[in-house]
């Protein structure tokens, strides 16, 4: 920890209020993106899901491509000027949607969201910074657990505000940001100390130079691709959800929020009151692989019971398999030295976005391909077959990950 407990609570409190107003304006424009998308471009349920993934994949690339330079530019200057640069981005990316003319305008919105506006690698490297290696996987929790609980408000005020207009809740959402940002602007101080900073290198600054930077820490790559292969199998959630739950329940978008909120509601339990007491019985690693195999189950079970009050109860306890990223996380954070935090979240970031970009792809081609008008079998469990699938090879890398002692101190890179 690098600083006093006062700074360190009013820091600690700014970064979980701002994941939270992160998730909420996540939260509020999922309902109503298909909506907004089957208005500006005049197309049916199937073809939304198409442009979604188009659009999803936008924001993921730009996350790929800049996330690392983010990473380490936070390693240079500090948390907190490229925190406050995220959040501002995050603010204008939605305002500049809402005001969409075409459907042109939301893929420069989600651009520019992927590339500067994504908080958390920015949140994670400034919670890494005020913790110890214990206590990183509690912290990340938090971060998690605030991510939960804004998604129980978020996509629940989205469904609510869509019947006034699929354009409103992004104007709600963009205006909860900046405001977020002028208060940071105020209070948030520095987590990282001079002493810790180092030289910004154009080499180490993007996805491949950051990944031969990272590999050089020993046990590094391993988990940050178990780590992938997990996101890519959650991310059936963020990128087909909305256009899933319509088609296979025939929910409204007031519906969709609502189950969003129950799986806000787990998360936020689970990772504010569960995680910690999971780590310190059965430690990361395990605490990882009942997460896995929780999310597996749930995965199998949307994909092939069409019953939305399973659902319903199956969302409230979804906050198990939403243990293994903090875990994960935690693994990797204790082996990288101080001084590439932010390069480590900037990769994390990075990956995760790669992961949600193949998602898009995979997920909602998968959706509208099973469920057109001339498909020859109709399945819109796919999806989530397919993240299943995925999620086994995680726990099977997981489990063949050999185990290693962390080291006491890595020395800076």
């Not at 605030?146 to 205006?175: C, T």
């Not at 130079?209 to 780590?227: K, L, N, Q, T």
């Amino acid at each position: 920890m690098v600083m006093d407990p006062a700074l360190k609570r009013r820091a600690t409190r700014f970064v979980l209020l701002t994941v939270l107003i992160y998730s909420m304006g996540f939260g509020i424009i999922m309902p109503v993106l298909p909506d907004l998308i089957r208005h500006l471009a005049h197309v049916d349920a199937a073809e939304a899901a198409r442009i979604g993934a188009w659009i999803g994949a936008t924001y993921g690339l730009f996350q790929i491509l800049l996330m690392p330079a983010v990473g380490n530019l936070g390693d240079r200057f500090g948390r907190r000027p490229i925190f406050l640069l995220s959040l501002f981005a995050f603010g204008f990316d939605f305002l500049l949607m809402g005001l969409a003319p075409n459907i042109g305008w939301l893929f420069v919105g989600r651009a520019i969201a992927g590339g500067l506006g994504a908080v958390f690698g920015p949140a994670n490297a400034a919670m890494a910074d005020m913790s110890t290696p214990e206590e990183r996987a509690a912290s990340f929790g938090k971060v998690g657990a605030a991510f939960g609980l804004g998604f129980i408000f978020g996509p629940v005020i989205g469904g609510l505000l869509g019947d006034f207009g699929p354009r409103v809740p992004f104007y709600v959402a963009g205006a909860m940001a900046i405001a977020n940002g002028v208060y940071g602007w105020l209070v948030f101080p520095e987590t990282m100390p001079e002493e810790k900073r180092r030289p910004f290198e154009w080499k180490r600054a993007n996805p491949l130079g950051a990944f031969a930077s990272m590999g050089r820490v020993p046990g590094i790559v391993p988990v940050v691709m178990i780590y992938f292969l997990w996101s890519l199998a959650g991310n059936v959630y963020p990128a087909s959800w909305s256009f899933f739950a319509p088609i296979q329940y025939g929910w409204s978008s007031g519906m969709v929020g609502v189950s969003l909120g129950l799986v806000g509601v787990s998360m936020a339990i689970f990772q504010a009151l569960v995680i910690r007491r999971f780590i310190a019985r059965f430690g990361e690693r395990r605490t990882a692989y009942i997460g896995m195999m929780f999310g597996i189950a749930s995965y199998l079970v949307v994909a092939f019971v069409p019953n939305a009050t399973v659902i319903l109860v199956l969302l409230l306890v979804n906050g198990f398999s939403g243990m293994v990223a903090p875990a994960l996380n935690a693994v990797m954070s204790q082996r990288a030295p101080a001084s590439q935090q932010g390069e480590l979240q900037g990769l994390i970031g990075s990956l995760s976005a790669l992961s949600l970009m193949i998602g898009q792809f995979a997920y909602n081609y998968s959706l509208a391909s099973f469920t057109d008008s001339d498909a020859p079998l109709r399945f819109p469990g796919t999806p989530y077959l397919l993240a299943a699938c995925v999620g086994l090879s995680a726990l099977i890398g997981l489990s063949q990950l050999r185990r290693r002692a962390l080291p006491e101190a890595v020395a800076d890179v």
